[in-house]
């Protein structure tokens, strides 16, 4: 059983970075694609970046690029997302997502999830 906790969420003011912490563990890491994707209170949860096992190939929401960069690390079982020039429409709970073979962009496709981390941003 796939086991993923989150963290590095909290409060920021509009135009600020955080860095989410995602580790992994019971699986073998290396064969998972990762994602991250968020749910705003009172909304959907959607897809906000993912990437291959290998890193070669990563995917973002539109609303993510150029701002965001997802990353990960095999050796530690870590994956992460850099949050750059956040906005107060980037509040939400952010989610940690893994699944076997090819990174997918749609956040129905995963298996595994985290418990999700909180990410305010104030105006």
């Known amino acids: 059983q796939v086991r993923l906790v989150e963290s590095g969420g909290g409060l920021v003011q509009a135009g600020g970075s955080l860095r989410l912490s995602c580790a992994a563990s019971?699986?073998?890491?290396?064969?998972?694609?990762m994602a991250w994707c968020r749910q705003a209170a009172g909304k959907e949860r959607e897809f906000v970046a993912a990437?291959?096992?290998?890193?070669?190939?990563?995917y973002y929401a539109d609303f993510a690029k150029g701002r965001f960069t997802i990353s990960r690390d095999n050796a530690k079982n870590m994956v992460y997302l850099q949050m750059n020039s956040l906005q107060p429409e980037d509040t939400a709970v952010y989610y940690c997502?893994?699944?076997?073979?090819?990174?997918?962009?749609?956040?129905?496709?995963?298996?595994?999830w985290g418990q999700g981390t909180q990410v305010t941003v104030s105006s």
């Open positions: 990437i291959s096992w290998s890193s070669i190939n990563t």
């Open positions: 997502a893994g699944r076997h073979g090819a990174a997918a962009t749609i956040h129905g496709n995963y298996d595994y």
């Open positions: 019971g699986g073998t890491f290396s064969e998972y694609a």
